[in-house]
């Protein structure tokens, strides 16, 4: 009692002197107090507020690392070091959010050195808002050594929890050519299921494709070192139907980057096309689909073989749109765009071109430095055949599967789409999935057959169209790195071969299928069914 007694007459004699002594002694004596705290505390103590500055209206990146950092940690193992904690989740993502409770404390360790964070929340006198900040806590002795390298593996490990579990964005352009380009993008969340693993294409193009893409996206000291913007150029090309977007799609899954999808036509001019580029964040994709088909760019070249006077006439009157360029996106525009001063405004992005002809788009926007990986996409070959079967009817084999391969290695291969709806259609009986699958392929190669002996005019052009396709183009698809006048002399020779062959393999063809039939042993009325679905 006598202890007690004494402790509240030392309360009340401290209430006293706070009362009756002046502000400024009694903050000296704070302060004594605290220095003497760090003299004898074998912790220092660092705070990290949420607000840059006095006024505080800039906010401190460290401290939404800060957050970050601890809601990873909580992630990887329960945060059974923290008493209290607080959950939240955004109605518009399944993640739950993990943050420490005001004034509680949780511990970490780096270097074999423990340290602990506190997450302090005061109230603001006067008003609703409320202060806060992170302290942390770390040995004193090993302050100097210890604190740079901490808060640099907490920035990593934050951003790369921040690149992963953040709500993927799908954007497109919605200017209208006002002039204002405040807004230029509209957004939906990118749900997108397809992934390198449900992706039907060769084993080692996916090997391949994924390499440089982890390549790329670790590269960042690699692209400051060597000088060069930190992007990447993706063409993408091939029949319809080949998987272009669902290859875009799975490249954004894998890389966990959001996607721009440019549409040319809403874009009125090349200022607003770099105002787009620039609103566009770092670790995004931008796409640009049929990139032959968009906008006339092949204008611009018509343009500068004019004549002089042609030109210096527009240049008077202004008032042909044939002759005034700054009504519209021009190659020059697109060009700049891709690979000028201006492409470098953001770091880790790739822009992809998609194309069903890659003749057909201007040399300019495919050479490298630009697009620096070409992937040929075409129709499917066997393994990406058996990666489709085992996705949609869940069989790793089947008695049909050598048909199939017969069929493919003969020019009867079909796109995946092509595949993909048969397989959905009948994905309730894996049999008749097979049938009819072989059944279409026997019927391309007929196709093929009867283009190749003069029957073309018995069939529609699309049909001629996808038979010569699938006689001129070898069903794996191809990626190809470095410069396009190479790959056209390394196909030449193929080229000239198949030229050469082409009319004996057009009867080994026939013959072949004559044999297929009798092993498959199918009738003509399945043909008939697929025929039915197809048209």
Not at 1 to 13: A, C, F, K, N, T
Not at 288 to 303: G, K, N, P, Q
Not at 424 to 435: H, V, Y
Request: hydrophobic content about 35%.
């Amino acid at each position: 009692m006598e202890i007690l007694s004494q402790l509240w007459s030392l309360l009340g004699l401290l209430t006293v002197l706070q009362n009756v002594l002046p502000s400024q002694i009694l903050s000296l004596l704070h302060s004594v107090y605290e220095s003497a705290q760090d003299l004898l505390s074998p912790y220092a103590y660092v705070e990290i507020p949420e607000f840059n500055g006095y006024c505080g209206v800039d906010l401190n990146d460290l401290y939404r690392h800060v957050h970050l950092y601890l809601n990873a940690a909580a992630s990887a193992s329960p945060a059974a070091s923290c008493r209290r904690v607080t959950l939240s989740r955004s109605p518009s993502s399944s993640r739950v959010t993990f943050a420490v409770a005001p004034n509680h404390t949780v511990h970490d360790s780096f270097g074999g050195h423990r340290l602990s964070w506190t997450h302090h929340v005061d109230g603001v006198q006067d008003s609703l808002d409320e202060k806060r900040s992170f302290t942390l806590r770390l040995p004193k002795r090993h302050r100097q050594a210890l604190l740079p390298s901490y808060l640099s593996h907490v920035t990593s490990r934050a951003e790369e929890f921040e690149r992963v579990s953040r709500e993927r964005r799908l954007f497109t352009n919605n200017t209208t050519g006002s002039g204002s380009f405040e807004s230029g993008w509209v957004s939906v969340p990118f749900r997108h299921p397809s992934t390198f693993e449900t992706l039907a294409l060769e084993p080692e193009l996916k090997k391949q494709i994924k390499n440089d893409l982890v390549s790329f996206q670790n590269g960042r000291e690699f692209y400051h070192r060597v000088g060069r913007a930190w992007k990447r150029g993706y063409l993408l090309h091939g029949p319809p139907g080949s998987g272009k977007s669902s290859l875009i799609a799975a490249m954004a899954n894998f890389l966990c980057y959001d996607v721009y999808d440019l549409e040319l036509t809403k874009v009125s001019d090349n200022s607003e096309l770099r105002s787009l580029l620039i609103q566009t964040t770092n670790r995004s994709i931008i796409v640009i689909e049929d990139i032959d088909c968009s906008v006339d760019l092949t204008a611009d070249r018509t343009t500068k073989k004019q004549p002089a006077k042609s030109f210096k006439k527009c240049k008077t009157t202004m008032s042909s749109s044939g002759c005034e360029d700054s009504g519209r996106v021009t190659l020059s525009g697109l060009l700049n765009f891709t690979d000028g001063l201006w492409s470098c405004c953001g770091e880790e992005r790739i822009v992809v071109f998609t194309t069903n002809h890659r003749d057909s788009v201007d040399p300019a926007l495919v050479r490298c430095g630009r697009m620096d990986v070409h992937v040929s996409l075409g129709t499917c070959g066997f393994h990406a055949f058996k990666e489709l079967v085992r996705n949609y009817l869940g069989v790793e084999s089947h008695a049909l599967f050598d048909a199939v391969d017969a069929c493919i290695r003969s020019g009867g291969s079909l796109t995946p789409a092509q595949v993909g709806e048969i397989l959905l259609r009948n994905r309730g009986d894996a049999d008749l999935a097979m049938k009819e699958v072989v059944a279409a392929m026997q019927g391309r190669m007929l196709a093929l057959a009867a283009a190749g002996g003069g029957g073309g005019d018995q069939m529609d052009n699309e049909d001629v169209v996808a038979a010569v396709s699938v006689g001129t183009r070898s069903p794996e698809s191809v990626l190809m790195i470095g410069s396009p006048e190479n790959w056209d002399t390394a196909m030449g020779g193929r080229k000239r071969k198949e030229s050469v062959n082409g009319s004996n393999g057009c009867e080994k063809k026939v013959k072949f299928f004559v044999r297929l039939k009798s092993l498959t042993k199918s009738d003509s009325g399945k043909c008939g069914v697929f025929e039915r679905g197809k048209h």
